[in-house]
């Protein structure tokens, strides 16, 4: 940044991204029309469109590399879901297009940014040599 302040941490920005995206899928979810199908989707959109904020916190203090990355296969998990709802929602026209497109691809980025990073680590892990119990 040319004005002297430090960039921040990419860990920082994808976390603030999901959380962006989760205070978006509320809002959403807020504006789903008060049917049956509607008051169902809304519930499983709102509990998997919010969980990714929790479990990326959670995989950053990760106890280890394999903590790490189950934790972000569980975002990657919810994400999916959080997805497969949002096509549900444009599918059944309960909400227009225009409204639902921006969200989607948002998640199916943060879907591709969170499958890289869990591959990223995966290889990562495979790198280092096994650590070896001192002899007692």
């Not at 603030?16 to 979810?29: E, F, N, P, S």
């Not at 879901?81 to 199916?108: A, F, M, N, V, Y």
Request: with cysteine.
């Amino acid at each position: 940044m040319s004005n002297g302040e430090p960039r921040p941490h990419p860990a920082d920005i994808l976390s603030d991204r999901i959380l962006d995206c989760a205070a978006r899928v509320g809002k959403l979810v807020d504006a789903i029309p008060d049917t049956r199908l509607g008051r169902h989707i809304a519930a499983q959109l709102v509990r998997s469109g919010t969980s990714p904020v929790g479990n990326y916190e959670e995989a950053r203090s990760g106890e280890s590399r394999r903590d790490f990355v189950h934790k972000l296969g569980i975002c990657l998990k919810e994400l999916r879901e959080s997805r497969g709802w949002i096509r549900l929602l444009i599918r059944t026209e309960l909400l227009p297009l225009k409204k639902l497109q921006p969200l989607l691809d948002e998640c199916e980025q943060l879907m591709n940014i969170i499958g890289r990073s869990i591959v990223t680590a995966k290889r990562a892990g495979m790198k280092e040599k096994p650590r070896r119990r001192p002899k007692t």
